[in-house]
Nanobody, 117 residues
Framework: QVQLVESGGGLVQPGGSLRLSCAAS????????MGWFRQAPGKQRELVAS???????NYADSVKGRFFVSRDNAKNTVYLQMNSLKPEDTAVYYC???????????WGQGTQVTVSS
């Protein structure tokens, strides 16, 4: 059974940084595409960043240059480094694991990120 466990969320002041982690188990992590999504109150869930098994990353325009996604296949973990945080980054952040070309699509439970002074 695939499990994704996020950690690292919290309250931070505008301009601050946080690093989210997502540890995966129960699957062949190294072959998966990993993504970070977020959902703010009253809004749809949106893709923040993703990284392929080859390390190719992709970012939403709203976070380019501020957020950085990375993965450690030896630890079955994906990270999201968030810098220069803004109040509009406030949301629940979800980790996603999928295998392209298949129906395999898994989600973590989410971690709250609040950017406020």
């Amino acid at each position: 059974q695939v499990q994704l466990v996020e950690s690292g969320g919290g309250l931070v002041q505008p301009g601050g940084s946080l690093r989210l982690s997502c540890a995966a188990s129960g699957t062949i992590f190294g072959r998966a595409v990993m993504g970070w999504f977020r959902q703010a109150p009253g809004k749809q869930r949106e893709l923040v960043a993703s990284i392929t098994s080859f390390g190719t990353s992709n970012y939403a325009d709203s976070v380019k240059g501020r957020f950085f996604v990375s993965r450690d296949n030896a630890k079955n973990t994906v990270y999201l480094q968030m810098n220069s945080l803004k109040p509009e980054d406030t949301a629940v952040y979800y980790c996603n694991l999928r295998f392209p070309g298949t129906s395999a699509d898994y989600w973590g439970q989410g971690t709250q990120v609040t950017v406020s002074s």
